[in-house]
Structure formats: structure tokens, C-alpha cells
């Protein structure tokens, strides 16, 4: 049993295969004077499964709607006719549909990175400004989420350029997971300073050391400008969320800022004017939140790293298109798209007959492979050819 590789054997070597095979089979091949890799696949059938069968209309989508409880049917059937336009789809359209949307977005995205750096630079200082002055534990908290803003968006900055730059001999894989990677150690720096201010805070209630709290007008001003820019920022970053990962830990970070800031405010605001007990416990409330928010994160970079499963909706895009990619292909045999960082590896095995020349099987397969990983979001495939699918399961352990 062979193992899944990319097939990717030297021009002489692939050469000296169909010189083997036509001598073998001059009936055959011998008459070919095209290069090989041009004409070894046969052009995949548009739907060989009448998969257009199933699309519904809009006006049986319409008549859906008005049903009684039909709502969630038409729901069903809207995304099963997005999922049958997918599939139907070549795969040079996906790709040429992704570069659009990059090429679109290269700029705004870039905007939103710079905007936030410089206003959580800005911020940063107006935050702990006001913290200082007032003396309250929930504007404190507030204060040391900014710091950790700015620290996040250099770190990220710096991650990017980092990963683009990195040498292939020494780092074969890339550097696509350094942004994963730096998103989880910063996570656990965030928690471990939030940590700190639960405990001061509940030392705080404990000695009554907050009682001569006084209200701050500019500090009450200085965090409401912040909220202020934090929702412009969370709103323009919201539409790009999707087209990088960095917008998207970006917009998650305004997201939390809006309730940490809004929160903020008001429990100093109540510590001062109410109650004195509010502001650490508003404190202990906002590091809490932070924690649970930055824990979160962390979880789902972990199974990026550690080989979580692609989406079902991308497998069936995977079986689909490898079934329909050649009538040489007889049959598959398994399929797998994980995550390794923020992108998929692919592994995709194949049966064909036994007697495919070893020039057709390796070139069919090849060019499979160079189709998924023009996919977007695919780092890696690998194709595995073999002539019976009885055995077990490659790569696993019995």
C-alpha cells in the first residue's frame, strides 16, 4: 500500500515512462505526436448526475415561503441550490472568483489594518489618560484592553510580513500559521493581565479601598470618544471580516471593545454616583468577559493547528469535482481537507484500472491536484492513485 504523496517525478523520469508505455503499446500511443500532459484527461462531463434536476425555481421558492411552516423547507432548498451551482461550477471559475474578491478587497483590507493601528495607538494613550486620572478599576480595565489592542495589531503587522517573507528551504510549509500561532500566545498574555485585574479588583471590595471614588467628567469623555471611533472601525471592518484573517481577529477585537468600553462607563459612572462598589465589581465583570472572549479565540485557533475538518459543504465540492475530473477515474476512495493554520490540506484517493499506463495515471493525477490547489483557501493536495479501493485506509494506524 503506497503512501499519499504528490506525485511529482522529474520531466526525465516522466519521459522515460511514455517512452515505456508506447513501446509497450504502439497500437495505442504510438501515433500521439501532442504532448501528453495537454491530452490525457478527457474533458470532465458538465453534469453527468443531473444535479440541475434538483435545483428549485423561485417561484416554487415563492410558493415555499407561503406555506405554513414552509420557511425552513425554502431555507433547505435555497442552499441546496447554491451548493448544486458549487458543484456545477468549474473549478477555474472558483478560482478566478477568489483573485476577484482578493484583488477587490487588497485595498480595504489594508485601510482597516493601518486605521485600527493607528487609532488603538491613539486610544491607547487617551484610555490610560483617563484610567490614571479617575482612579476607577473599570476604566483601568478598560485602559489595559487598549493597551493589549495596540499590542495585538503590531503583533499581527508584524506576523504578516513575517509569514510572507519566510525561506521555503528552511520552511518548506510556509509561514500561514505564524498568524495562528500568534493569535494563541496572545490570548494567554491577555488572560493572564486580565487576571491580575480581577485581583486587585476583588482586593478592592475586600478593604473598601474603592469608597472615595470620585466622578471624572473627562474621563467619562475620553473612553465615550473611543467607543465612539471603536464603532466606526467595528462597522467598517465587519463587511471584510471574510476576505482576511487578520480583519477578521480585528473586527472580533472592536466587537468586545464596544461592550468592554460601553460597560466601562457605566459601572465608573455608578461607582462614583451610586454605589462604590460598582466600579470594582464592574472591574471583575469586564476582565472576566475579556477572558472568556480571548478564550474563545484561543479554542478555535487551537483547531485550526491541531487538524480540524473542513466544511462539509467543501468536501462535497472535492468528491464532485475528483469524480467528474476524468472518465479514467473509476472510482474514489476517500477524501480529507483539514485545516493545517488557517488554510486546507487536501488528500484525495483514487481508483483506475489496473491497466492506465503509468504516464496517464501520473499526468490524470497531477493535474487534479494543480486544480484543488488553485482552490481557494487549499495550501496543499495530495493525490493518491491505486487500482482497488478493498484495502484499508491510507495513513492510518491500526
Given amino acids: 500500500m503506497s503512501d499519499a504523496r504528490p506525485t511529482t517525478p522529474s520531466t526525465s523520469g516522466s519521459s522515460l515512462a511514455r517512452k515505456e508505455s508506447r513501446s509497450a503499446v504502439p497500437d495505442q500511443v504510438s501515433d500521439l505526436d501532442l504532448d501528453v500532459e495537454q491530452t490525457s484527461v478527457i474533458p470532465p462531463r458538465k453534469d453527468p448526475f443531473q444535479l440541475k434536476e434538483g435545483v428549485v425555481s423561485d417561484t416554487e421558492l415563492a410558493a415555499l415561503k407561503n406555506r405554513r411552516k414552509g420557511k425552513r423547507l425554502a431555507h433547505y432548498q435555497t442552499k441546496q441550490n447554491d451548493l448544486i451551482d458549487s458543484l456545477l461550477k468549474p473549478l477555474e471559475a472558483h478560482t478566478e472568483e477568489a ?49 493589549f489592542d495596540l499590542g495585538s495589531n503590531v503583533l499581527l503587522f508584524w506576523l504578516h510580513r513575517k509569514a510572507a517573507r519566510m525561506d521555503m528551504n528552511k520552511w518548506p510549509v510556509g509561514g500561514a500559521r505564524l498568524e495562528t500561532i500568534g493569535n494563541i500566545v496572545y490570548g494567554f498574555l491577555m488572560g493572564s493581565v486580565n487576571l491580575i485585574v480581577i485581583v486587585e479588583s476583588a482586593r478592592s471590595l475586600i478593604t473598601k479601598s474603592d469608597e472615595d471614588l470620585k ?26 471580516r471574510k476576505n482576511s484573517s487578520q480583519v477578521q481577529v480585528l473586527w472580533e477585537d472592536h466587537r468586545n471593545d464596544l461592550w468592554i468600553n460601553t460597560f466601562g462607563i457605566l459601572m465608573s459612572t455608578g461607582g462614583a454616583k451610586l454605589r462604590w462598589w460598582l466600579d470594582p465589581t464592574g472591574a471583575i465583570i469586564i476582565a472576566l468577559g475579556v477572558i472568556i472572549a480571548w478564550g474563545r479565540t484561543v479554542y478555535s485557533q487551537f483547531e485550526l493547528l491541531a487538524g480540524k475538518s473542513a466544511p462539509h459543504d467543501f468536501l462535497q465540492l472535492l468528491i464532485y469535482k475528483a469524480a467528474t475530473f476524468s472518465h479514467e477515474i473509476e472510482k474514489i476512495d476517500t477524501v480529507r481537507a483539514y485545516h493545517s493554520g488557517p488554510d486546507y490540506f487536501v488528500e484525495i484517493d483514487i481508483a483506475m484500472n489496473a491497466t492506465t499506463p503509468l504516464w496517464k495515471a501520473h499526468d490524470i493525477s497531477q493535474q487534479l491536484q494543480d486544480k484543488i490547489e488553485s482552490l481557494p483557501n487549499v495550501e496543499r493536495a495530495f493525490v493518491h492513485v491505486d487500482h482497488e479501493t478493498t484495502h484499508q485506509p491510507e495513513h492510518r494506524k491500526a
Avoid at 487588497?106 to 490614571?132: D, F, G, H, T
Avoid at 471624572?216 to 467598517?236: I, M, Q
Fill in 215 to 240: 466622578f471624572h467628567l473627562p474621563s467619562v469623555v475620553a473612553v465615550g470618544s473611543a467607543l465612539a471611533v471603536k464603532f466606526l472601525l467595528f462597522l467598517y471592518c465587519y463587511s471584510l
Fill in 99 to 147: 483573485k476577484v474578491e482578493e484583488d477587490a478587497a487588497r485595498l480595504p483590507v489594508k485601510i482597516a489594518i493601518w486605521a485600527s493601528l493607528i487609532a488603538n495607538l491613539s486610544l491607547c494613550i487617551l484610555q490610560m489618560y483617563a484610567a490614571i486620572s479617575s482612579l476607577s478599576l473599570s476604566l483601568l480595565a478598560t485602559g489595559i484592553d487598549s493597551i
